[in-house]
């Protein structure tokens, strides 16, 4: 979707669910911790003015893809027909509103904040406003989002490396 589309922050939500919190999320603790299929899993939406890409990466031993992609799959699909937790939900507002103070430590955090505001028109107003509107998102924001966009049908899949066709 497009940065400025009314599903952003809920899928942004979403995605820190999925692959970005903690060890990397549910991806990383499924894939990486309890499977051990994947040194690296991870999720990050890659948002512009127009469109863009919910995208996956895993780093993973060339014996394990097959099952790494099944296991990152299922865990598409158990975002999107499974509600989060709500402390799932409580411990992703809680990481991406707390992360803000520490991304404007730098010159070049403030500078990337600032061209984000602009480039995205989102208001002189945005960081006042990024709490509350982090904080608003619902499980059920969470769930239709990730029915929306993670349909089993919908996705492309690039694999890397030795694989043999």
Do not use: K
């Amino acid at each position: 979707v497009a940065r400025s589309h009314p599903d952003y922050d809920a899928l942004r939500v979403a995605n820190t669910i999925l692959g970005r919190f903690g060890m990397m999320g549910r991806l990383g603790e499924t894939v990486r911790e309890e499977q051990g299929l994947a040194y690296y899993c991870s999720s990050a939406l890659q948002t512009d003015l127009v469109a863009g890409a919910w995208v996956t990466s895993a780093g993973v031993n060339p014996a394990n893809v097959e099952q790494a992609i099944d296991s990152i799959l299922a865990e598409f699909q158990r975002l999107a027909h499974e509600p989060v937790t709500a402390q799932e939900l409580s411990d992703s507002q809680a990481y991406m509103t707390g992360i803000v103070p520490l991304s404007l430590e730098t010159n070049a955090g403030v500078a990337q904040t600032l061209y984000n505001m602009e480039w995205f028109n989102l208001g002189l107003d945005y960081l006042q406003r990024y709490s509350s509107l982090i904080n608003a998102i619902t499980v059920e924001d969470v769930q239709r989002v990730a029915q929306t966009y993670l349909r089993g049908d919908a996705y492309a899949l690039v694999v890397a490396g030795p694989h043999e066709v």
